[in-house]
């Protein structure tokens, strides 16, 4: 029994990439990793509530399988009998989806999303769905923060970012409209990284804003979300696969305290002049220009108008159903006018090419916060998305790197933004300011 129990904590630590390398050369099976996962998720889901569904028999079953189909020597895919988590906003056609919102209790998708597909055809075991704030926006559910329950896990993806802080699973899928998936891998101390717009598949995916929203991964390891992605970012894209050199130079750091620098905490001020200090040589500080002062604004002005057309008919049909805050959103969204829009979206081109011009033509990847700080100790709020405003508005790759800790034990994360689909370059750099920082 000892035995089991120490390959139970084993198991619930290993990362993605160390599971799958472990059941291709038979050190381990599917069964036990799934079965240590399922032990952590009875042991710990009760405080954390993490999990929007789970089917323990079927992620069984489906182990059972994946070993069957190694053991008989069928050709296995680069996550083959790996556990992962979906934010429940992903269709699935085995579980419910019912996108944190009572509008869509016990609603049954009947297809996968596109994304979910592409990871069981690499093999991976879909363990469940994860809790999400109300139809991806920002009212709420019931996730706590693994650290400590009396604080938010962030959102909207709070459910895949605790469930794999509290060690559920190796990885997890989420989404970002504004900060949902950086804000609350930093608040739960993972890695949380948000790809180039448009590098995977939203089909069956809810849509709340077609111009913002972006997928996204949580794991244990930067090699851990670089393997998810991979596999389930559109075919014709560059690799993401990061490189196993360890001679490669240093990247071209920069460091911006963006205009939104105000909103940081004085612990995260602290924390970053501290690194870029300790960093030397290897960052350079620079200033954004004037023209990105706005872009939190025009970021608002697109979420909500978008937010109005794709969940107006929704609150019309079911008023009481919806939270105070996401009707407000909508009821805002609706006085948007067209020229507002088209605005909001040429300001976003100039900045595209600006960034790309000014700052990635000498520069492999920014510094910036990923929160205003450690999580906020409150339930009732998801906490500020701000820092990550800009980068989503801009599709840019971004990944947060859980590097920093508050003397109360909550940790918070430094995010790293490249340029558009230059992600295994931004990766790089990430893994190599984690060395660096270890």
């Known amino acids: 029994c000892c035995c089991c129990c120490c390959f139970s904590l084993r198991g619930q630590r290993m990362l993605a990439t160390q599971a799958a390398a472990a059941i291709r050369e038979r050190s381990l099976s599917s069964v036990e990793l799934v079965t240590a ?21 079927r992620a069984l079953l489906r182990a059972h399988e994946a070993d069957k189909a190694r053991d008989q020597g069928q050709s296995l895919g680069p996550l083959h009998g790996v556990p992962i988590g979906i934010k429940d906003i992903v269709d699935t056609y085995d579980m419910p989806t019912e996108h944190g919102s009572a509008i869509f209790k016990d609603n049954q998708p009947s297809h996968d999303a596109v994304l979910v597909s592409q990871l069981r055809k690499a093999g991976a075991i879909i363990m469940g769905k994860t809790i999400t704030a109300e139809l991806a926006v920002l009212h709420p559910g019931k ?33 970002q409209t504004n900060g949902s998936v950086i804000r609350p891998a930093s608040f739960c101390g993972v890695y949380g990284y948000k790809p180039t717009y448009g ?3 939203r089909q069956g995916v809810l849509m709340q804003s077609n111009t913002l929203d972006q997928v996204g991964v949580f794991g244990r390891s930067l090699r851990d979300v670089a393997l998810i992605a991979e596999v389930i970012k559109d075919k014709g894209t560059a690799t993401i696969e990061m490189s196993h050199d360890t001679n490669k130079k240093p990247p071209r750091l920069a460091f911006a305290k963006t205009p939104v620098w105000d909103h940081a905490e004085m612990l995260t ?31 608002g002005i697109i979420m909500r108008a978008d937010i109005a057309k794709s969940y107006g008919s929704l609150h019309k049909r079911n008023p009481g159903l919806i939270s105070t805050t996401l009707s407000t959103m909508i009821d805002e969204g609706k006085d948007y006018l067209v020229s507002d829009f088209s605005r909001a979206l040429d300001h976003r081109e100039k900045l595209q090419k600006e960034i790309e011009k000014d700052i990635f033509a000498k520069y492999d990847a ?73």
């Open 37 to 57: 996962c399922l032990d952590r998720i009875a042991h710990t889901e009760g405080q954390i509530q993490a999990w929007a569904y789970i089917d323990r028999d």
């Open 143 to 175: 996730t706590r923060n693994p650290h400590n329950l009396n604080h938010t896990p962030g959102g909207s993806s709070s459910g895949s970012a605790a469930a794999v802080a509290a060690l559920h699973v190796p990885v997890s899928i989420g989404t």
């Open 199 to 201: 590098l995977i598949s």
């Open 269 to 299: 001020k602290d924390a970053l002049a501290q690194l870029v200090t300790s960093l030397g040589e290897n960052v350079r500080e620079i200033d954004l220009s004037e023209s990105f002062n706005s872009a939190v604004e025009h970021h």
């Open 366 to 438: 920014l510094l910036v916060p990923s929160s205003p700080g450690p999580a906020p100790a409150s339930l009732a709020s998801t906490g500020n998305p701000i820092f990550s405003t800009l980068w989503t508005y801009l599709g840019l790759p971004a990944v947060t790197v859980p590097i920093f800790n508050c003397k109360e034990g909550m940790p918070f994360g430094a995010q790293l933004v490249g340029s558009f689909g230059k992600d295994k370059e931004l990766l790089e750099a990430a893994q190599w300011l984690v060395e660096y920082v270890n």
